[in-house]
């Protein structure tokens, strides 16, 4: 599994593990989380988002390029942003 810091940019790669990678998800929730929003439910909502996009693609339900998954994960991320500075 690998995910993306968006605020440094900076990839980090977990082991295989569902568990390895909600642990990641908790231990950084609580400082992404928009205000007023639950750490646990932040962390649910970023892998469901993740894991969503996965499913269609590796099931041939959705056929995109690099260049759109990206578009789509920096646009959940503004998204939250735009919570977070409204908060």
Do not use: C, Y
Not at 31 to 46: D, V, Y
Request: glycine share 6%; charged share 20%; proline share 6%.
């Amino acid at each position: 599994l690998i995910f993306a810091n968006p605020p440094t940019g900076k990839i980090v790669e977990l082991a295989d593990s569902p568990d390895n990678a909600m642990r990641f998800l908790m231990e950084n929730a609580a400082r992404l989380a928009p205000p007023g929003m639950e750490a646990r439910i932040f962390a649910l909502q970023s892998w469901s988002v993740a894991h969503g996009l996965a499913m269609l693609i590796i099931d041939g339900q959705l056929h995109v390029d690099d260049k759109t998954i990206d578009a789509v994960i920096d646009a959940h991320m503004m998204a939250l942003s735009d919570e977070r500075k409204s908060g």
